[in-house]
């Protein structure tokens, strides 16, 4: 028997010629499972890491790693060098104007948290409203909900089509309620994969005065994000699902609006001067930076981002987007086989119900073949109960997926299809 790590990874012919070196870069991906190859579709829910950010984290801890922004030590500087190194390279990722306009977090949850916290603690009263839509992962649902109770604003949701494409009249009449004191979308559906029109809705919104975030968690990783063009108030992203490591995440926001937040934790590193009587507050992007953060896993989403920029993030997802028609047109031949999301406009991951077959059994058979789906209601409860469904199984792809490990789901598929039969 062989090591894990003598398995060869799976052949990648007629894909971009690259692949079979992409795959190489993540050891994770030359497993057995079950004694089959792994074949890992579950990126949406978390992507794996390449040996760049693996190397990044273990350097950290291995060489210079020491708490940062207050040792006069040699250690402390090159642990906060690196630090602050992550923070631009993320600036420039997402063409931000400035470093002090990104913030870390532990995720797109925290981020949207901080946002609904600070941000609309001071200036939500009974009777304002928030748009969100019917398409939303929990974590931009949930901190609403509670700022909602917290203050007497109502939260309004914006419908959208049995594709999965929102209603732009349905958006736009919901703005003009006169009410609307923030709008929030996700950029990418997890659930459906649609890609929201994110500038013309961001465009409706500013048009009324109406500051915009936008869930970024699923677009970052498949699609060029540039904050300033899209002109988006807040915007909010994690680590994991962009090959980076987990508990790290972003948050963007301009400069004027984040500088007329209050803090969103007290503690160490967010202030310039503590008495009894008062506490002056740091600069950002500190003031909303307290405790010690995720140092070494903010070190690695930095890595993250120039392995993605070193393999280009258009060929990313050019690719994606080959796999996702492929994918698409050989589920569709399995009778039986329903996929929820076909929005026109549309990211790497099918969704889908089989007749007949509970998602969780398709997962837990498909794992007996290696094949890692996610099987659930996706942290999208609403989304289900718009189709009349419990849950989907999905698959969704990343940089290293390739046409044979769709045609190995395709397979597994019709197996499972048989048995349920
Ligand atoms: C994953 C995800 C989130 C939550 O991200 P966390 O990393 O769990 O905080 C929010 N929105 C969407 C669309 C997601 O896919």
């Given at each position: 028997m062989s090591a894990p790590s003598a398995l060869s990874p799976l052949p990648a012919k007629s894909?971009?010629?690259?692949l079979a070196r992409i795959r190489l870069e993540f050891p994770i991906l030359g497993q057995k499972i079950h004694g089959k190859h792994l074949v890992y579709l579950d990126n949406a829910a978390s992507v794996q890491k390449p040996r760049d950010v693996i190397k990044a984290v273990s350097d950290c801890y291995s060489h210079y790693y020491a708490n940062i922004h207050r040792g006069v030590h040699l250690l402390s500087e090159r642990s906060t060098t690196a630090y602050e190194n992550a923070r631009e390279t993320v600036r420039a990722f997402i063409n931000a104007a400035s470093g002090q306009e990104i913030i870390f977090t532990r995720g797109t949850t925290e981020s949207i948290n901080l946002v609904a916290s600070s941000f609309g603690g001071s200036r939500f009263q009974s009777g304002d409203e928030i748009l969100i839509t019917g398409m939303e992962h929990h974590s931009n649902i949930v901190p609403w909900q509670l700022l909602c109770e917290r203050t007497g604003a109502t939260l309004k949701v914006a419908p959208f089509t049995d594709a999965g494409e929102l209603l732009l009249d349905e958006y736009e009449r919901l703005l003009d309620s006169g009410r609307v004191k923030l709008a929030a979308f996700v950029h990418i559906s997890n659930a459906l994969g649609t890609i929201n029109p994110a500038k013309t809705l961001i465009e409706l919104a500013h048009a009324r005065n109406i500051p915009v975030l936008v869930d970024g968690a699923q677009a970052v990783a498949h699609l060029p994000v540039d904050v300033q063009a899209l002109d988006c108030d807040f915007y909010a992203f994690s680590s994991h699902k962009i090959y980076g490591p987990s508990g790290v995440g972003v948050l963007y926001g301009k400069q004027a609006l984040l500088e007329a937040m209050p803090p969103y934790q007290g503690g160490?590193?967010?202030?310039?001067l503590v008495t009894f009587e008062k506490t002056e507050y740091a600069d950002l992007p500190n003031k909303f930076e307290a405790g010690t953060p995720n140092i070494a896993g903010v070190i690695g989403l930095g890595a993250a981002l120039d392995w993605l920029n070193s393999v280009g993030l258009e060929t990313v997802a050019a690719h994606e987007h080959a796999l996702l028609n492929y994918a698409t047109a050989k589920l569709a031949e399995i009778p039986g086989l329903n996929i929820m999301g076909t929005a026109r406009d549309k990211a790497a991951l099918v969704a889908f119900t089989l007749r007949g077959a509970h998602p969780h059994d398709i997962g837990t058979i498909l794992d007996r073949e290696g094949i890692a789906i996610r099987a659930g209601h996706h942290c999208a409860q609403p989304v289900m109960q718009r189709y009349g469904v419990p849950a989907t199984a999905r698959a969704s792809f990343a940089a290293y997926n390739s046409r044979e490990e769709v045609d190995y789901l395709v397979d597994a598929l019709w197996k499972v299809k048989e048995l349920f039969e």
């Open positions: 894909y971009e010629p690259d160490g590193d967010m202030i310039r």
